[in-house]
């Protein structure tokens, strides 16, 4: 029995049966000693090229088996190098048990976690070693699992060591809170998204696909770098995300005004934007293409894709004796074609 079976649950005898021929088969492939100081990442390459071609995955979603390769730590899943507390004679019940008759370990945690409880078991507090558990980092290659976000709506299917690089850029996994004037660490979905900003951070949200802002500071001259409080946007059934900051350009001070699309970068090609900035009989203008809200807004800042004003500029447009900043900001949002 090389691979268990689609849709078939996996019973104890099996499951260890079905470890121990993967282990023999393989077992002149494998090294014969643990390096607990391997990088994750060649032994995720060394393990995917055991898997043969045109075997047919196992797959077990929210399984047993699943929970086994759960790190007890952080409660992610576990990648190679694999670590196991030698000698422990708890059992996570009967598939544990078989599976350690092929290696006689215990508990297993991922080797990242390892140094944050100091070398010792989380569950039974003995010294977790070296040890590798190559049968648990072999029984990965056998599995198919959901992606983490399937509950958010992503139906896809991934073998274990290629989950993850999904994940990382999964059209579906939670946004990061856009506020600009914070590190904030607030993760969600749109919905909750837009109720922090407007509980947590009082964001303003405005029903159109116009608008038209002032933005006032007294004495400007005093702050080179600041990021002004974003304004939202509610139009074309999508929400959008003004910004004004303040930061130098090189040896020139400078004001930004941008604007950020709450949804992914496919989606944001899919409208245009104009800003104009005028006083005194003159007037600055920008068009261009919201960018994502997965874009950090340093990122964007820092690429220069918005509507960029000098300060001296700036000022003049504010008339006054230039010691205060007041700079109305106009804008319109449309759908493109």
């Known amino acids: 029995m090389d691979y268990l079976k689609l849709g078939k649950k996996p019973t104890a005898t099996s499951l260890a049966s079905c470890i121990r021929s993967k282990t023999m088969d ?18 995720e390459a ?16 929210n399984s047993d088996i699943n929970r086994l390769l759960e790190c007890p ?9 694999i670590q196991q507390c030698p000698l422990c004679n708890i059992k996570y019940g009967d598939v544990i048990e078989d599976l350690n008759i092929e290696c006689p370990s215990g508990h297993t ?7 944050k409880v100091n070398n010792k078991c989380p569950v039974c507090r003995k010294d977790i070693g070296s040890i590798r558990c190559l049968a648990l980092e072999k029984l990965a290659l056998s599995l198919h699992l959901p992606c983490s976000y399937h509950y958010l709506g992503c139906e896809e299917m991934f073998p274990y060591y290629s989950k993850k690089k999904h994940e990382m850029q999964c059209a579906f996994r939670p946004y990061t809170c856009p506020h600009p004037g914070s590190d904030c660490t607030f993760k969600g979905v749109i919905p909750p998204l837009l109720a922090h900003l407007k509980e947590s951070h009082k964001v303003d949200l405005q029903v159109g696909s116009s608008f038209n802002h002032r933005y006032v500071k007294q004495d400007p001259c005093s702050v080179d770098s600041i990021s002004w409080t974003l304004t939202l946007f509610n139009c074309f059934g999508h929400y959008f995300c003004l910004h004004f900051e303040a930061f130098p350009l090189g040896n020139t001070p400078v004001y930004m005004a941008f604007l950020r699309f709450m949804g992914e970068e496919s989606e944001a090609r899919r409208f245009g934007y104009s800003l104009e900035v005028g006083g005194n009989g ?7 293409v919201p960018r994502s809200i997965r874009s950090h807004h340093r990122t964007i800042r ?8 000098p300060r001296s500029l700036a000022l003049y447009f504010s008339g006054g004796d230039g010691n205060e900043l007041k700079l109305r900001v106009t804008g319109k949002i449309w759908k493109e074609i």
């Open 46 to 61: 060394s393990l995917q090229s055991k898997l043969i071609p045109g075997k047919q995955a196992f797959m077990l979603p």
């Open 26 to 43: 393989d077992s002149s492939s494998l090294p014969g000693k643990a390096d607990s100081t391997s990088s994750g990442s060649n032994e």
């Open 73 to 81: 730590v952080c409660s992610n899943s576990m990648y190679p190098p």
């Open 302 to 309: 820092d690429s220069h894709d918005g509507l960029i004003i």
């Open 282 to 288: 003159r007037k600055q203008t920008w068009q261009g």
């Open 109 to 115: 945690l991922c080797f990242d976690c390892k140094s």
